[in-house]
């Protein structure tokens, strides 16, 4: 399926922000001049244009954006053209200061930055969905406009009296009536009861901060508010054109809102991905955008736009390194190996000031092409341009799926036990997902929603589920008991969705098909160990372990060590026509890449390729096409299944071939 109906191929560019520039004409025929030299096609246009387009309220000034639009058209090059809501004028904030956003402790902030405006504000969303509308009647019709950018990295919360009033809205909804909120929220603890609706406000540190369930239902409600927000700003630009299709740049490790919930109301997903390249293991960086890529794929179930990444560095880390040469291209393939229809960046031309006047760009402050990052941008675009037969290929249908639930979590971080703050519920599900792709095998990723649909997997993984809602238990159960292979860690079934401990015996509603049941949660202190004994093998085990039974268990692994040395582990489970592991506690990852490839292998899970691959190269298949990429810091043999050609180069490869550092291929079979 193509992501842009109107112009159906890989998008190269990035940001563009010619409303800076608006003093020097010169530089807009330059630019185009240098786009078409990198081989770039694709621009988003007015991301933070307001207060260019719309000077004074209600004067909107289109004609150097009609320039602009015109001229790249007419050299080929195609408009992401975005709503510029994700900064405001100064005049919106000066006449309307109900619009500015009010932080955690109440304070009304001031006009400056991005992201400080109040979603809920019907000032704010009438001045959006004016301009929004505006911009529709002039350009939806465009031939050069392809996709709707709506806004920028939505972003954070604001608990002004307008947001408040929405909020206690939002829970008489959900809960019906005031008992059952305070039952709900447990109340009853440090006499916290409500009485009256008005009682209630958004947690904050200088007031209600200490109750999990409430601070759960406020990032439910802020999700909720941005859904809504967007769903308003996409009405805005399809009551003129729908089927121009939107979409919403997300980030990577995203907390603030569900993007499970938040895809639902956009057409096309696309994020924003900025490793730390450099930074001490590339591996490690790339197990973790890879990850995001395929979270991201899995949103919609379909391909997905990479919105943003630097073709050099950054400007807002501590510290900025450039990407070795090499890895821009290398960098460049992951994302289109994991599904993206699109290599864009941040930004095309750098600024003169401004906070991201240092910030990585395409063009840099000297405006040539005579530079390493051009050059490589440039070899993006060649590559692109090769690999055109692949554009909207999708990956094969995944085997293996692992939950990452974002109400699970929030519950997560706010729960008071364990290692408080520190249950690192994300690293976790990487080092499992980890496992996979560096086996070379295709991951999909669910959440714990009524629709999710875990019939199309032989093999599901739910690291951490604390809590269970969406009945995710009986699909799980359902899931196993049809044949299917389920693996569940510690933590998991403790608390259901309103944030209540479930009573009883956990993982609720899950002990029979698992076979154990839980006893006690140990918290290890930073380096403390215990030892996960497998036959002759020990494994390392750090930070979180739980006390099991084994009910109707086989078990194959037990602790070696402390008051409950002996007791199990590892367990598996017979149980329809499945079965069921649990793993107990947090193993070091090396167990994980052993347990998940004697899976694989007794499973007969497909992989990229078939034969061992060398530390640090890894292999994704992606319409048939295998990209096999080294991201260690020196070579590797790898052998090859059957003889190929390597699409970048037109190369024939056959038998074993070396890997060199930061080398991508893409492989077809001859």
């Known amino acids: 399926m193509a992501l842009t109906p109107r112009f159906p191929a890989f998008l190269h560019g990035g940001d563009y922000n010619p409303d800076q520039w608006l003093k020097y004409p010169e530089v807009l025929e330059e630019d185009i001049r240098l786009m078409q030299a990198a081989k770039v096609n694709c621009v988003s246009v007015g991301i933070f ?10 004067e909107y000034d289109f004609a150097w954006l009609d320039r602009v639009i015109d001229r790249l058209w007419a050299a080929g090059i195609r408009v992401d053209l975005a709503t510029p809501s994700g900064a ?52 939806a019709s465009h031939p050069a406009v392809i996709l709707w950018h709506l806004s920028n990295e939505y972003s954070g919360d604001c608990r002004c009296p307008l947001c408040q009033e ?23 603890f440090w006499s916290m009861k409500y009485t009256d609706w008005s009682q209630v406000e958004s947690p ?70 900025y490793p730390l390249w450099g930074s001490g293991n590339d591996l490690v960086q790339a197990s973790e955008h890879a990850m995001t890529h395929d979270l991201m794929r899995s949103l919609k179930g379909q391909n997905f736009l990479l919105m943003e990444s630097t073709p050099s560095q950054v400007n807002w880390h501590a510290v900025n390194r450039m990407k070795k040469p090499g890895m821009h291209l290398l960098s460049s393939m992951l994302p289109l190996a994991h599904g993206a229809d699109s290599v864009m960046y941040f930004q095309w031309r750098k600024g003169r000031g401004g906070s991201e006047m240092f910030h990585g760009a395409v063009v840099g402050h000297d405006g040539t092409a005579d530079t390493r990052t051009f050059r490589e941008v440039r070899s993006v675009g060649e590559a692109l341009e090769k690999l055109a037969p ?16 974002w109400q699970n979590l929030w519950a997560l971080d706010y729960a008071q036990f364990a290692r408080k703050g520190d249950m690192r519920y994300t690293e976790t599900v990487n080092a499992h997902y980890r496992a996979f792709w560096q086996a070379g095998v295709s991951v999909d990723f ?17 690291p ?65 160990a215990n030892t996960l004994i497998r036959e002759r093998d020990q494994w390392r085990l750090t930070r979180l372990c739980e006390v099991i039974e084994a009910d109707t268990a086989q078990v194959l692994g037990r602790y070696g060590s402390d008051y409950y040395a002996g ?104």
């Open 390 to 405: 692949l554009y909207a290929t999708e990956k094969k249908q995944a085997r293996v799926c692992i939950l990452y639930d």
């Open 49 to 58: 244009a307001w207060a260019a387009l719309e000077p004074v309220e209600g």
């Open 464 to 528: 951490m589920l604390f809590m269970t809602h969406g009945g995710i238990e009986e699909k799980l159960n359902s899931f196993v008991r049809g044949g299917g292979t389920l693996v569940m860690t510690y933590c998991a079934g403790m608390i259901g969705e309103d944030g209540l401990a479930w009573q009883g015996r956990t993982p609720h509603g899950l002990t029979e098909t698992l076979g154990i049941h839980a006893l006690e949660l140990d918290a290890l202190f930073d380096g403390d």
């Open 567 to 670: 007791q199990p582990c590892l367990t598996v489970n017979a149980c329809g026509a499945g079965k069921a592991y649990y793993l107990a506690a947090e193993p070091e990852e090396a167990f994980l890449h052993r347990f998940y490839g004697e899976l694989i292998r007794e499973m007969g899970i497909p992989k990229a390729i078939g034969s061992q691959l060398p530390d640090g190269v890894v292999a994704q298949e992606r319409g048939g096409a295998v990209f096999l990429m080294n991201f260690a810091p020196s070579s590797g043999d790898v052998l090859l299944d059957h003889p190929c050609r390597d699409l970048l180069t037109d190369r024939t490869l056959s038998g074993k071939i070396t890997m060199n550092p930061l080398e991508v291929l893409v492989l077809e079979k001859v």
């Open 204 to 273: 904050s540190p200088i007031g209600q901060d200490a109750n999990p369930a409430m601070w759960v239902d406020w990032r439910r409600f802020s999700t909720q508010q941005c859904k809504d927000f967007i769903l308003m700003e996409k009405a805005a630009v399809h009551s003129v054109n729908p089927e121009l299709p939107v979409t919403a740049n997300l980030m990577q490790r995203f907390w603030d809102y569900d993007y499970f919930d938040l895809a639902e109301a956009i057409d096309v997903v696309s994020w924003d991905s």
């Open 88 to 139: 405001r004028p100064a005049w919106i904030a000066q006449k309307y200061p109900e619009v500015l956003r009010v932080d955690e402790y109440f304070r009304r902030h001031h006009f400056g930055g991005r992201h400080n405006h109040c979603l809920t504000s019907p000032v704010y969303r009438e001045k959006v969905r004016a301009i929004d509308t505006a911009l529709a009647e002039r350009y």
């Open 446 to 462: 669910r959440d714990c929603r009524a629709c999710t649909d875990l019939s199309p997997y032989s093999l599901v993984i739910a």
């Open 166 to 188: 929405k909020f206690r809205e939002y829970l008489r909804r959900r809960y019906g009536s005031l008992e059952a909120l305070n039952e709900h929220w447990w109340t009853g």
